[in-house]
């Protein structure tokens, strides 16, 4: 058969009809009647009919345009039949389709061109051109296998790297759909693609908040990687802490949030506090610190009401007393005794010192130097960057009550905050040096478990992670070419705008920072992919801002409208859809590929699975 007899055959096979009206994108096609079977053959193949779903391709001269069938119809027609003088029906076969793109010297473009004009001829595509349509990268390009179609299962899928991760990702699906397995597919194939690749390691950074310990395993991802199992339930000397640049944790937006402080009067005074730098030499570190207290307590007496001066000595030295180290004994704990034993003041304001008067003074000096300065001199005080950040607060609170710069009622709530909180951080993260903090490690990928983290911690961490890897991301030159991963797994946990546990200032700075993250990250080299079963709770303004979506089974209206609102992506037919995808099937759409398209993701391997796998309630009774 020669080339024009076989054009003729294949025309003829693949005709499935014309254009019958143009509406905007939305056409409508009148089926020829020897199309209406569910499937044709051709070359001793057989190959899927049109049908609701399929593409169809529209022949205007020498344009190609390529649309999907949304719809099917039936239309009846009434026609007077003269051979037998009687009225009968004509039913045509209709098919509503929407426009997306063009072909274009054998390539497929999105977007349309021009339109099509009424009885233009209608095909199928053909296996090149529906291979071609499913070719989403150039052939240099860097790629990865994520899953076949799931109307084609022989037709493989495959995505640019560059596309794809250059880019924020949204993974949303219910419990059980597949949506973890489908994020530890991306990476992990991203992972063994450039596994010999030493600039991937250096010029890349990726972290993954993982709520539920989930992608922790040995194998998860790939073997070379750094897990920080993150416990509050340990005490500070036991389990990993996740290192942290001291600059971070010096934050005033993060100490702000971190302690709840109150933006007219706890705020102010944070900023006082960590802005005085008295304490931050290294070699006098200790002495330094005795001095404040010394003056401290040498204040305190000169106030007027001196019932008031000794109770607010003995609480500043209860305070400064979780911050003292010490092999044996508590120097404080004898301090205080002798000072709740033996330090009495008359009524005229003069103080004695002993059950019995023996001599009395109108100041604390001779007091201090006498009785309590051998044991003051004696304190050894903890030098680790929270316990500074703690005797700063400390310290600087004192000084203020003392001369009467603040009201205690108004601050301290905010220091019994301060030790509660600071406990907590004290289980979970190291406070070093910028130098130190990517010191020793061996891969680009750290795993951030929070799976034994209290949920305090759980809002608190992931924000201070996420906002000291950015802030020193974009510190770095505008010419570099690293770039930063952030993935976070579960993200309704700390992407939520529905939460009733924190206060309104807490979760304002909270979904601010991570809107300037996908709104401006692009620009420094951070990406952010974030996964959930709720993206209803989400804030709409991240949502909006994805680049490429893959899209589980999702039940709930709230979410699936959500999903509408934001995704520009999905025609009203994959919306509809939504709610009875299979488990690991998905919609994929955004800027990665030319067209939505439904894929069974690949299951990985069961040593390389997240740990999120349903219970077998068979086996476990049995």
Known sequence: MNKLSEKIVKESVFKIGSVLSVEGRTIRIRVNKNKNHSHIIYKGNIAKNVSVGSYVKIVKGFIEIIGKVEGEFIT???FFNKEYNREETKISRTLQVSLFGHFDDDVFRQGIKEMPLIDNECYLLDKDEFNTLHKFYK??????????????????????????????????????SGKSNTLAKLYTELFTVYADEPKFKSNSKFVIIDFNGEYSGNEMITSNKEVCNLSTKATPEEGSKYKIAQAAIRSLDILSVLLEATEKTQKPFLDRAISNDYLD??????????????????????????????NILLELLRDINYLVTYENQNPLDSIVNSIEENLHCHSNGDYYWGS?????????????????????????????????????????????????????????????????KFRMLEKVISVVDESEENNGNRSNLTVVSLRDANIEMKKVLPLIICKHLYDKKKSEDENSKTSLHIIIDEAHNILSTESQRESETWKDYR????????????KFGTFLTIASQRPFDISSTIISQLHNYFIHRLINNNDINAIEKTVAYLDKLSFQSIPILSVGSCFVAGLALDVPIKVDIDLLPLNKQPKSETINLENAWT
């Open 511 to 522: 979904l601010e920072t991570f809107e300037e993250i996908i709104k401006e990250g692009r």
């Open 281 to 310: 030499a290294p070699d006098t570190f200790n002495q330094r610190v005795i001095l404040s207290v010394e003056r401290a307590m040498k204040d305190t007496f000169k106030k007027t009401d001196k019932l008031l001066g000794v």
């Open 76 to 78: 009846e027609d009434k």
């Open 139 to 176: 052939p240099d390009s860097k790629i990865i296998n994520i899953g076949s179609l799931t109307e084609e299962p022989v037709q493989e899928i495959a995505l640019s790297v560059n596309k794809l991760f250059a880019s924020h990702i949204g993974i949303f699906g219910n419990t059980g």
């Open 356 to 420: 019995s008067v023996t001599t009395n003074y109108d100041n604390i000096t001779p007091i201090y130097d006498t009785y309590l300065k051998a044991n003051i001199d004696t304190l050894v005080f903890k030098d680790d960057e929270l316990s500074k950040i703690k005797l700063k607060i400390l310290l600087n609170y004192y000084h203020e009550i003392i001369k009467g710069y603040s009201n205690s009622e108004h601050i301290r709530p905010l220091i019994g905050r301060m030790f509660k």
